[in-house]
């Protein structure tokens, strides 16, 4: 796949992968991807911790289930991250920004615009959201063929020394190449965060995972080959869309609007 059209097709995978292992030369090709990424001083401050293994993988499904149904049916997840929620096309084709949650149960749907209000938690928790979407996060997790953990190196990431500010940009343009390598090869990925709202929840993982003291696990994602066609999660969002270059980059200086070169024919 030529990089460019790797950029523009890569998508976070909401939804199921498909039921086979990945091929151990594609995992290969991603971590060599991965020691390509830049470090500040070459430090290559990370390490890639590779689960395929069943028995951990079912653990962290467990883990990440639970997480979830805490996190719904805990209320702080809508207070917290309210502004990125979109509730229409429209409203997303205006802002270019934002998640839009388009695929919900329709007994749901009257009440989608209310979830962040006190009343819109009680329904929510009425119509067992909560339950269903840790269902889905077990499910998801459990049906991933791989999980990727990152860690970084605590004597570089550092959170109040300019070194953990670098760190953790090498630790986006790692994640980015190791999306972007997925990508190319017909591969998905998606965050599991959730663990990481939840109190306890990664700390869980990190001892899981064994993750030494001078480690810490930063992020976790799970991986599977992307399928045709697949059911989508019960309650799901796109994001596909994106704020055009006008809007985002200024020529020169901030009260100078970048003009788009035309494009070729
Ligand atoms: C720092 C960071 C945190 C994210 N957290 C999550 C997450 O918890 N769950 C998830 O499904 N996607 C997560 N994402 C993916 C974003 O939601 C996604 O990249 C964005 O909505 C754009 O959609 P796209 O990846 O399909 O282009 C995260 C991405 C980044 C960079």
């Given amino acids: 796949m030529d990089l460019l059209d790797a950029i523009r097709s890569r998508r976070t995978t909401n939804g199921p992968f498909e039921d086979r292992p990945l091929d151990p030369a594609h995992v290969q090709t991603i971590l060599e991807m991965a020691a390509c990424a830049p470090s500040h001083f070459n430090s290559q401050p990370w390490r890639f911790v590779v689960i395929q293994d069943q028995t951990t993988r079912m653990q962290l499904a467990e883990i990440a289930g639970e997480s979830m149904q805490k996190l719904m049916a805990g209320g702080r997840f809508w207070q917290r991250y309210r502004k990125y929620f979109r509730f229409s096309k429209q409203e997303v084709d205006q802002r270019g920004d934002g998640i839009l949650i388009d695929n919900m149960p329709a007994i749901l749907k009257p009440f989608a615009k209310y979830i962040f209000t ?148």
Avoid at 139 to 153: F, N, W, Y
């Fill in 118 to 265: 006190e009343r819109g938690g009680e329904l929510m928790a009425k119509f067992q959201v909560p339950k269903v979407l840790g269902k889905d996060a077990r499910k998801l997790v459990a049906g991933s063929p791989l999980i990727l953990g990152i860690t970084l190196d605590k004597s570089e990431y550092k959170p109040d020394d300019l070194s953990g500010m670098y760190s953790l940009l090498s630790l986006g343009a790692v994640m980015q190449t190791i999306w972007l390598t997925a990508t190319s090869l017909g591969i998905g990925m998606q965050f599991i965060s959730t663990p990481m709202e939840v109190e306890g929840q990664w700390e869980k993982i990190t001892k899981l995972l064994q993750i030494p003291d001078e480690h810490s696990l930063m992020v976790l994602y799970r991986l599977g080959y992307i399928p045709q066609a697949a059911d989508r999660p019960t309650i799901d969002w796109t994001s596909s869309q994106r704020k055009r270059t006008a809007a985002l980059a200024y020529a020169n200086r901030w009260d100078q609007p970048f003009e788009p070169a035309a494009k070729p024919d």
